[in-house]
């Protein structure tokens, strides 16, 4: 069984797209600062990453299939020019309540931890919103808000993926 690190993508990763809208090509993407940094120290410890990211963009028609492949690859390639790698990519390109993968729901993270072979026990899910945090509950696996303000409901809040996986990966 591996250890695995879940990462929500916009807000976590890459900079969002402004309320109501989505990053449809690879030209809107921003990275945050220490994303990459955060990601190379996972994968020098020995952690499997996989990015877990609802794209409901793809449902409202806004953006398709190949659209948000572009996304993903040009981010694995930015990543990849700062030593780092996403071992897994998975999506939920559904409305709310029309599925089991979409978070709030734990569908998508648990096919992440299956396709990983991930050990609940020592996994964490990474995010900046509230559904990802309770993904990450209803998966069973420890939970890290990337927020300015602390989240009762996480086991940890940070204020940058690179915070936060510097403690999650400290010896305790």
Same mark, same amino acid.
């Given at each position: =069984? #591996?250890?695995?690190?879940?990462?929500?993508?916009?807000?976590?990763?890459?900079?969002?797209? /402004?309320?109501?809208?989505? $990053?449809?090509? &690879?030209?809107?993407?921003? =990275?945050?600062?220490?994303?990459?940094?955060?990601?190379?120290?996972?994968?020098?410890?020995?952690?499997?990453?996989?990015?877990?990211?609802?794209?409901?963009?793809?449902? *409202?028609? !806004?953006?398709?299939?190949?659209?948000?492949?572009? $996304?993903?690859?040009?981010?694995? *390639?930015?990543?990849?020019?700062?030593?780092?790698?996403?071992?897994? %990519?998975?999506? @939920? &390109?559904?409305?709310?309540?029309? @599925?089991? @993968?979409?978070? &709030?729901? /734990?569908? #998508?993270?648990?096919?992440?931890?299956? !396709?990983?072979?991930?050990?609940?026990?020592?996994?964490? =899910?990474?995010?900046?919103?509230?559904?990802?945090?309770?993904?990450? !509950?209803?998966?069973?696996? %420890?939970?890290? !808000?990337?927020?300015?303000?602390?989240? /009762?409901?996480?086991?940890?809040?940070?204020?940058?993926? *690179?915070?936060? $996986?510097?403690? %999650?990966?400290?010896?305790?």
């Amino acid at each position: =069984m #591996m250890r695995v690190a879940l990462l929500d993508r916009d807000g976590t990763i890459n900079l969002k797209a /402004p309320e109501g809208d989505y $990053v449809k090509s &690879p030209q809107e993407v921003t =990275m945050i600062a220490g994303a990459a940094e955060a990601i190379g120290a996972l994968n020098a410890g020995g952690v499997r990453v996989a990015v877990v990211s609802n794209q409901r963009g793809i449902a *409202r028609g !806004r953006m398709t299939e190949a659209d948000l492949a572009a $996304v993903n690859a040009h981010i694995a *390639r930015l990543l990849s020019a700062r030593g780092a790698h996403v071992d897994l %990519w998975l999506h @939920c &390109p559904h409305e709310g309540g029309s @599925c089991t @993968c979409r978070k &709030p729901l /734990p569908g #998508m993270l648990l096919e992440a931890l299956d !396709r990983l072979d991930g050990d609940r026990s020592s996994s964490a =899910m990474f995010g900046d919103s509230d559904s990802d945090i309770a993904a990450g !509950r209803a998966a069973g696996i %420890w939970t890290a !808000r990337i927020a300015a303000a602390e989240d /009762p409901c996480a086991d940890a809040t940070a204020p940058s993926l *690179r915070c936060a $996986v510097e403690g %999650w990966l400290a010896p305790a």
